[in-house]
């Protein structure tokens, strides 16, 4: 009896693809092999690999050009959950090159929810500002900052398309990021929000808030929300088991 092709899970063909791609140092824009080769090699259906190769499209891994094939993407940029770093600082270890639009940066009122994530009165002076965040030429992340205006007379000031908050906050306010606690889930691109990210609506995000604390004082300054493309970012964090646990 003829012996057949064993159908492996679509997931281990995905890592087994990452696997090939890291194995042989692939540069960005490099075309992997054939499908056919794959198959061989692996000893797989198309049909199989296809839907492997299609993940890691959505992931943003490979990109693939109609006729011609496969090709590595660009790497994504790595977030660590744990960093309150500025977002330029880590682009630029990244080697990557970050762009920011400032959609808005003035005074408005506080809500009710930003209110209470900043622990002030309903009504307060809060600087908000909404920033979209280009990497190496792509609108990544739509971010929103609401800031308490107590804390930080004239920061509405600023030019913050080419001022780091973060920078302008040590510098200037002495308000040095120390501490916060932030929120990711999964969420889906509204019209506003997929036309500024270039995105269609409806596509996969991550959805990121929290607040920022000051150095040495359970004092919030910063409440931050942020729309991030799942294709072009993602996020780790550093596990540590609790000296003394089981």
């Not at 000893?43 to 094939?69: C, Q």
Request: proline share 4%; hydrophobic share 35%.
């Amino acid at each position: 009896m003829p012996k057949k092709n064993p159908i492996r899970p679509k997931d281990e063909i995905v890592e087994m693809v990452e696997a090939y791609i890291e194995e042989n140092q692939l540069e960005k824009n490099e075309k992997l092999p054939s499908e056919r080769f794959f198959c061989a090699k692996w000893d797989i259906n198309r049909t199989t690999l296809r839907s492997a190769l299609s993940r890691l499209i959505k992931e943003g891994i490979v990109y693939s050009v109609p006729g011609i094939g496969y090709f590595v993407a660009e790497k994504k940029l790595i977030r660590n959950l744990q960093d309150l770093r500025p977002l330029m600082e880590i682009t630029k270890e990244q080697e990557k090159e970050l762009k920011t639009v400032v959609l808005s940066s003035h005074l408005v009122e506080a809500s009710e929810s930003i209110a209470r994530w900043l622990k002030i009165e309903v009504g307060s002076e809060v600087m908000e500002l909404i920033r979209l965040r280009y990497l190496n030429g792509t609108p990544s992340l739509l971010e929103y900052s609401y800031i308490n205006h107590t804390l930080t007379n004239g920061l509405e000031d600023y030019d913050f398309n080419i001022c780091s908050l973060y920078d302008v906050l040590e510098r200037d306010y002495h308000i040095k990021p120390f501490a916060g606690s932030q929120k990711v889930s999964i969420s889906y691109a509204t019209d506003n929000e997929s036309l500024l990210l270039q995105i269609p609506e409806g596509t996969p995000v991550f959805f990121l808030k929290g607040i920022t604390f000051k150095e040495e004082e359970n004092v919030p300054f910063e409440y931050f929300k942020s729309i991030i493309r799942s294709d072009n970012v993602k996020f780790f964090s550093t596990l540590r088991r609790k000296r003394g646990s089981l």
